[in-house]
RNA sequence: AGGCUCGUAGCUCAGUUGGUUAGAGCGCCACCUUGACACGGUGGAGGUCUGGGGUUCGAGUCCCCACGAGCCUACCA
């Protein structure tokens, strides 16, 4: 039966069959009854709200091709997917959507708000899992998970409460990140500080009851009308009179006091600077040292508050230009100047943070952070409940930020969330938390109970994700089998709100670390370097350009440049070379087709050509021995295989691809193919047979090889191959292992030596046909020159495939040295080769040619004998380093020797 | 303010403990519609590793300084 398959590889029709083949089959159901060593990964949980960005795209990339390679190695592997409910996001995104129906989210009220966004999930939020499908990650689906499931939140409630009783939750009211747009308080961490050009306006501050006035600076004329001092530095004598004396509050004709704290910095603006408790953080502390009243003038909104008097109302930008104004006006304002300073930005909104009095929740960190801390510093390979961070810079920013460590704002002003598990009396206002809500107080026996209104950071309940998605607390076989998990991948800008309160929480409640070693992914940045942002307009858009190139060659192309630490800059010609690779495969593969075809043509059955037995069984003899140019290739694979490897082990993605590539297409096809061509056809069955059968092997281990990195072409072509009866997938075969009764022995390299002598022969005539401008068409004949008998013997044997490489007419091996004249002459240490013919010669060039090789070859020598020739460097270098170089510099000799003769012939004849 | 990273071929980047004429992809030049592949083949040109100083027998690789680019952390009004 003759195989159709098509000239150029069409990704589109190939990928979505099997995306869903692969969910269908339930092929990466994890089984932890399964033997094997356990490679467990669970995945950063994307957002519902969100579709597959690119930098999803190089995650899942990564993480599929540790899962695949892992699973193809006999490891009993899960990959477990999974959503976070996103709580600022999401709601975001389903309050504007009600928005544009005409819907005011807050008269719908809270239940019912709730009942939407859970509409709205159920009918838009599997959006990026199905993309997950599609790209064709090999997920175990059936343990997805979702931060907002019943079952998380029991976990989470019962983790929360947990920690309150040990005293590590508390409530309290003090100066925190507030959000004017968003409506909810923040952590540190979602408050981005930013470079900002702003302004220093001095304003005078009349003393009471004299002529004098203190002038303090300010970058926020606003939050003076919630003034409560001036404060001035002890040590400063400018102001030391007036120290206890009270100043009026301009605008508000309150009468504030003069205080002295050292917190203050005299050579900054006046060395005077207003307090204002309830609306700066150092303020606050000065406050609560000195006593201060807090005055909060401003709203949630970020409207000026009834505290404001006549600026009540105002949103907190007019209000600071009309008091700059009003001040103007009053002949208070002695002088504004450019500053420029950080502020405060909503990570979400992008709106300015204001610092606001508020009773919220917080987690004390640092308890939880010593475990933590303790894990990650201490790691070393092979210790035990430790943390490894790859990269190893990250490790001590890790380390940096854990140390100076800060407690945590953990609750938010939504709906949309794991709601805090604290009840309220009516009756007596005394505080019940507890995992179920309680239906009369404790202490009262009111049963008027309110829950608290808020709702947990969105990352808290990411914090528990390596265990609650495995059913802790319960003893399940999941967890029990894949906890610790083996590895987390993910990006480094969430180190601190993910990966660092993972570590601290899973110590503290299961007494191990959540995962073995963190890597942390690098960043897609813009051609231009910019990073990329869907606001900007210049993310690049994964699904669409997978649909252009192909999924495979998106993550071959990801994984070659997703070097450790460096961030990747994403081009069309870069993807475009990936997909020319996923073609150069393909057609290798048509290649295979081909001749199959012609074997069975000819009578020889696939049985006979492409049993399971077959491929484990190569590289098959012939005559005796097995062909150098099959010792040659294998040898290259075991070596691939093993260098890819070692390279996945470390996380060293761009070197396993290039790896990879350089042997599909450097050595399987450009030499490989090339070489065994005519064999295939041979007359002689048992030639032809071996030569099939030796390629047929290599070209299934490089389909392994490769298919963590493009699993829908493989598979492919695998199924495309034939394949023992009760095989399902690619993916499950087993990882190509090094055939090392070709690697050891000593032997391997001396063979694969004359096999690259061979190469360097072909390449030196097809130099010559270059470089002479010899007609492609023409054959010619060449002689070959060696002083060495092995040499001589190795290229008779070879001589076939040099004369068809090099379209050659014959090929004479001599023992005696070339003749001087006529024709091109190559050489090398090793030999000489010629090709003879008439025409005119372009003496010119070949003689610029000449000198410009011999000048780098002198140098080359002469640096190599100076160093030779320094005692101290013979005395000190290694053994192996000066023989290295004494090997090299004698061959050196002998080409400089051969080149010089040249030239001088070729002076001679001009 | 503190900490960190980077500066290598026209472009984007590799280069693991310092060691033999510094690599890849793309681009470029020349030739080739050869029976797997023009999303291809063959051959070739092109860097002295930002600059300066130092350590060393030996430095792209380690140290110091300068210049340039970027990142993280941080309550100086």
Redesign the pocket.
Known sequence: MAREIA????PQQIEPRWAEYWVKQELFKADPSAPGPVFSIVIPPPNVTGSLHIGHMLEHTEIDILTRWHRMRGYNTLYLPGTDHAGISTQRVVVKQLMDQGIDYQKLGREEFEKRVWAWKAEAGSQITEQMRGIGESCDWSRERFTLSPEMSRVVRKVFVQLYNEGLIYRETRLVNWCPVCLTVLS??EV??E?RLGHLWYIRYPVAGTEESVV?????PETMLGDTAVAVNPEDERYSGLVGKRVVLPLMNREIPIIADS????????????ITPAH???DF?VGKRHGLAEIDVMRDDGRMSGAAGTYAGLDRFEARKKIVEDLKALGLLEKVTD?T??I?ICERSKTIVEPRISTQWFCAMKGLAAPALRAVREWEPGKENTIQIVPD?RR??FL??LD?I?DWTISRQLWWGHRIPAWYCGGCEEMIVAEEAPTRCVKCGSGKLRQDPDVLDTWFSSGLWPFSTLGWPEKTADFEKYYPTSLLITGY?IL?FWVARMAMLGIHFTGKVPFRAVYLHSLV?T?S?E?MSKSKGTGLDPVALNQQYGTDAMRFCLAS?A???????L?D??L??A??F???IW??A??LF?NLDKFEQRGTGIEELASPGVRSGAPYAFEGSVPLVDQWLYSRLTITIETVNEALK?Y?F??AA?DV??FF??DF??WY??WV?PELQSENRERAVVAWKNLFAAFNDALRLLHPFMPFLTEELWHQLPQAAEAKSIALDPFPTPRTHWTTGGKEIGLMGQFQMMQEV??AL??I???M?LD??KKMSAELYSFDGVTRDAMERSKDGIVRLASLSLLTISSKPLEQAGGAVRSTAAFDVRIAYSDAVDGEAEKTRLK?EIE??Q??IS??ES?LG?E??RS???EK?IR??E???AD?RI?LQKLRERLAELERHR
């Open positions: 000239k150029a590889y069409e540190d961490l981005n500080h470079e303090v600076a300010t970058t926020r917190m203050v910095d005299r050579e900054f603006g006046t060395g005077a600077v207003k700066d953080p150092n502390e500053h300073h950080a405060g810079n001590q920013e940096n930020w100076n800060r800008d601190f940045r051609g370097g990073k440049m070097a450790p630490g460096t961030d990747i800059v081009s010609d870069r475009a070379g997909r020319n996923a073609n150069k057609n290798a048509r290649f081909l470390n060293r761009h070197e290039q590539y350089q297409w450097g096809c450009d193919i090339e061509k072909v390449t097809r130099n046909r270059a470089e401008k492609p068409k410009k780098g070859l140098k080359a640096s190599k160093q320094n101290t460097f000190r270098a290694p380093i290295g170089l090997a090299t510099l050196q080409e």
